[in-house]
T-cell receptor, first 110, second 113 residues
Framework: GDSVTQMEGPVTLSEEAFLTINCTYT??????LFWYVQYPGEGLQLLLK?????DKGSNKGFEATYRKETTSFHLEKGSVQVSDSAVYFC?????????FGAGTRLTVKP | DAGVTQSPTHLIKTRGQQVTLRCSPK?????VSWYQQALGQGPQFIFQ???????QRGNFPDRFSGHQFPNYSSELNVNALLLGDSALYLC????????????FGPGTRLTVL
């Protein structure tokens, strides 16, 4: 079946550092891809999405590009802030079948 | 505009008991999905409801059942609770025409002792 694999955490960075969280997927057909963020004690918030190959999703300085040739959707941010500390989930939706990665915990230190 | 709401926030039950969790979707949404998120894991899809019918189901036993009401709100019922059912249960709502974009509630933390 479909699956999502994302880079294991935890990831610890200093403020203003560059962030990459790797995500690859296995799916039949053409899924939509997502990044969700979960702050402590809260539900998941949609961070960005891409619905077809070569689409770039972006929000709040975060970006990810749907790469069909490498089945990847890596999350990047040029300069992280302490407030970006959270758990990040890569996910796919393929014909209403939603699959999530295990999550990557990011801690940003001042 | 209220987002997705869930109740209760926390719940403690013992093995063998039954539990009911509740979800109200975001205003204007007609589809509700339920997920189980074990500690340190990503959410696992349980099932989805649309027009008061179970539309799709993940790999969960029949002990997990649900319901959707005419006002689109939904319940998740779990019978014969096991220790392994301890998790955060998340509800997500969407429009059936835009099911790609799901909005999540804060979750209900269930602890089974």
């Amino acid at each position: 079946g479909d699956s999502v694999t994302q880079m294991e955490g935890p990831v610890t960075l200093s403020e203003e550092a560059f962030l990459t969280i790797n995500c690859t997927y296995t799916a039949t057909g053409y899924p939509s891809l997502f990044w969700y963020v979960q702050y402590p004690g809260e539900g998941l918030q949609l961070l960005l999405k891409a619905t077809k190959a070569d689409d770039k999703g972006s929000n709040k300085g975060f970006e990810a590009t749907y790469r069909k040739e490498t089945t990847s959707f890596h999350l990047e941010k040029g300069s992280v802030q302490v407030s970006d500390s959270a758990v990040y989930f890569c996910a796919l939706n393929n014909n209403n079948d939603m699959r999530f990665g295990a999550g990557t915990r990011l801690t940003v230190k001042p | 505009d209220a987002g997705v709401t869930q109740s209760p926030t926390h719940l403690i039950k013992t093995r063998g008991q039954q539990v009911t969790l509740r979800c109200s979707p975001k205003s204007g949404h007609d589809t509700v999905s339920w997920y189980q998120q074990a500690l340190g894991q990503g959410p696992q899809f349980i099932f989805q409801y649309y027009e008061e019918e179970e539309r799709q189901r993940g790999n969960f036993p029949d002990r997990f059942s649900g319901h959707q009401f005419p006002n689109y709100s939904s319940e998740l019922n779990v019978n014969a609770l096991l220790l392994g059912d301890s998790a955060l249960y998340l509800c997500a709502s969407s429009l059936v025409t835009h099911n790609n974009e799901q909005f999540f509630g804060p979750g209900t933390r269930l602890t089974v002792l």
